[in-house]
């Protein structure tokens, strides 16, 4: 339950009986779904009705699955209303009274700063996304900016440099009143990877988030991160596909 009430800055909360609902409360953030537990015999109704929440609001939105969620074909009853999956992801937990094994970096070569609101950090670290993921990351810089300056307190965010260049970043969240802090935005340049980056980030934030007692940290890995985070001692959960509602999509689809 704590997990599934957590607030998350510029967001709404809605606790449904079936599922948390997040409704941002400005243009810009993606709204979304998780934790679902659809009761049976009205699994679509339900899907349903939350596509005509948001095509209502003229927002698309992200449902947030899970292996461990019901129904066990949720993923499967999504597409049939028109989502679209998104790559496949691992829900990781560390117990932070484990010790740090990932690999260090040479600390001579990288240097890492700490991002606040104001400075061009900022733009630094959503360069890094849109070289990694190869995709727009334009609503990212407002993002982080924002929360950075509601709530300073909350989240830490960090890039690292090499010779003046930005070439990894990664970033944390603190919810209050919770044992688990969250980890985000982990992603090195393809032609740096395997220098220890990656693992001077996950070190900050771990060495953070025990300062702050903390847990646990939390992550949703991509593939190419989930080997590496198990070696630093996280462990696997279960799997996760964030399923994709877009209304243009849809009214495409529907026009062929």
């Known amino acids: 339950m704590e997990r599934r009430a ?15 609902r997040y409704v941002p409360r400005s243009k810009g953030s993606e709204p979304f779904l998780n934790f679902t537990n659809l009761p049976i015999g009205d699994e679509r109704r339900l899907i349903r009705e939350q596509i005509a929440f948001f095509e209502k609001r003229g927002e698309s939105f992200e449902w947030k699955t899970y292996d461990l969620d019901c129904p066990s074909n949720l993923r499967q009853l999504l597409e049939l209303e028109g989502f679209v ?12 009274d484990r010790d ?8 001579r070569q ?14 630094d670290i959503v360069k890094i996304q849109e070289s990694v993921w190869a995709r727009n990351f334009s609503w990212l810089n407002s993002q ?5 300056r509601a709530h300073v307190d909350q989240l830490s965010v960090y890039c690292v440099y090499h010779g003046g260049i930005p ?14 802090a969250d980890l985000h935005g982990g992603a090195v340049v393809e032609e740096l990877r395997g220098q220890g980056i990656y693992s001077l980030l996950f070190q900050r934030r771990a060495q953070e988030a025990r ?27 279960c799997g996760t596909y964030p399923m994709k509602m877009s209304f243009q999509a849809q009214r495409k689809s529907n026009a062929i």
């Open 211 to 237: 300062r702050r007692s903390y847990s646990y940290l939390t992550v949703d890995a991509a593939p190419m991160s989930r080997p590496l985070l198990e070696r630093a001692g996280f462990d696997y959960v």
């Open 100 to 107: 740090l094994h990932s690999r260090p970096a040479n600390l």
């Open 167 to 180: 070439v990894g970043s990664g970033w944390i969240d603190f919810p209050p009143n919770s044992r688990f």
């Open 85 to 96: 999956a998104d790559p496949y992801e691992a829900f990781m937990v560390f117990p932070l």
């Open 6 to 20: 957590r607030s998350i800055d510029g967001y709404d909360v809605d606790l449904l009986p079936f599922a948390s």
């Open 144 to 148: 982080l900016r924002d929360a950075l």
């Open 110 to 123: 990288f240097t890492i700063r700490e991002a606040a609101w104001n400075d061009h950090v900022i733009d």
